[in-house]
């Protein structure tokens, strides 16, 4: 069968995005960030573990596996990393706004983000610094004066993730960046610190269920910070 291609805008800020457009194909996948989803015509059609959704407005909490039930459907989509929002905060969100990117936007930037631990955040600082090379969990916990049991012990209470595929999601994001503004997908993996294009492809492929070869050249995209 035919794969249908994602289209239309993606916003793209440091701790969330926002695709306003029309959904494609996707097989069941499960990615870090929350998902909320905003109907722009019809109501939405979704699988979430197996068990079909309907409605205007639907939550998908992270990491747990969904794929639209239709292609076609036209959307406005946030994908909010839960270091920086609540499901309660996007809960209020869709009630609240309208399935507009521009007033989106503007609420997530007057939105507070969760309080992190200083030296979480001093270690996502760190990572974002040295994103492209070698990072070493160890190395990084030392550099926040922790354990590395206590760092992994903060990342999954706070973060939601272990260090290493915290790393996979922010090159995921940097990858993804450079191949929208142009660059090829060998080109973005290799600036993003992917071993090559085809280890980009499987990422993308496995944490948001569309072929990254046919969907990106799709999207026009929109940085936000």
Same mark, same amino acid.
Not at 87 to 109: G, K, Y
Not at 127 to 133: A, G, M, P, S, Y
Not at 150 to 177: C, D, I, M, N, T
């Given at each position: 069968?035919?794969?249908?291609?994602?289209?239309?805008?993606?916003?793209?800020?440091?701790?969330?995005?926002?695709?306003?457009?029309?959904?494609?194909?996707?097989?069941?996948?499960?990615?870090?960030?929350?998902?909320?989803?905003?109907?722009?015509?019809?109501?939405?059609?979704?699988?979430?573990?197996?068990?079909?959704?309907?409605?205007?407005?639907?939550?998908?909490?992270?990491?747990?596996?969904?794929?639209?039930?239709?292609?076609?459907?036209?959307?406005?989509?946030?994908?909010?990393?839960?270091?920086?929002? /609540? @499901?309660? !905060? &996007? %809960?209020? #969100?869709? +009630?609240?706004?309208?399935?507009?990117?521009?007033?989106?936007?503007? *609420?997530? =930037?007057?939105?507070?983000?969760?309080?992190?631990?200083?030296?979480?955040?001093?270690?996502?600082?760190?990572?974002?610094?040295?994103?492209?090379?070698?990072?070493?969990?160890?190395?990084?916990?030392?550099?926040?004066?922790? /354990? @590395?049991? !206590? &760092? %992994?012990? #903060?990342? +999954?209470?706070?973060?939601?993730?272990?260090?290493?595929?915290?790393? *996979?999601? =922010?090159?995921?994001?940097?990858?993804?960046?450079?191949?929208?503004?142009?660059?090829?997908?060998?080109?973005?993996?290799?600036?993003?610190?992917?071993?090559?294009?085809?280890?980009?492809?499987?990422?993308?492929?496995?944490?948001?269920?569309?072929?990254?070869?046919?969907?990106?050249?799709?999207?026009?995209?929109?940085?936000?910070?």
């Amino acid at each position: 069968m035919q794969e249908e291609h994602w289209q239309g805008a993606l916003w793209l800020g440091r701790d969330h995005c926002l695709l306003a457009g029309v959904s494609g194909s996707a097989r069941p996948h499960a990615h870090y960030a929350h998902q909320l989803l905003l109907a722009t015509g019809e109501p939405l059609r979704l699988s979430v573990e197996g068990r079909a959704q309907s409605g205007r407005a639907l939550l998908v909490p992270s990491q747990r596996a969904h794929a639209f039930e239709l292609a076609g459907q036209p959307l406005l989509a946030l994908y909010a990393e839960p270091l920086a929002f /609540s @499901l309660e !905060q &996007l %809960e209020q #969100l869709a +009630a609240s706004v309208p399935a507009e990117p521009e007033a989106l936007a503007e *609420r997530l =930037r007057q939105l507070p983000r969760l309080p992190l631990d200083a030296r979480v955040r001093q270690a996502l600082d760190a990572l974002d610094e040295q994103l492209v090379e070698r990072i070493s969990a160890r190395e990084l916990a030392r550099r926040v004066s922790l /354990s @590395l049991s !206590q &760092l %992994e012990r #903060l990342f +999954a209470e706070q973060v939601g993730l272990s260090v290493r595929r915290l790393v *996979r999601w =922010r090159r995921l994001r940097l990858a993804l960046v450079l191949a929208l503004d142009g660059a090829s997908l060998t080109e973005a993996a290799h600036a993003a610190g992917f071993a090559d294009s085809a280890h980009l492809s499987r990422t993308v492929r496995e944490l948001f269920g569309i072929r990254a070869d046919r969907s990106l050249r799709h999207l026009r995209l929109r940085l936000l910070d």
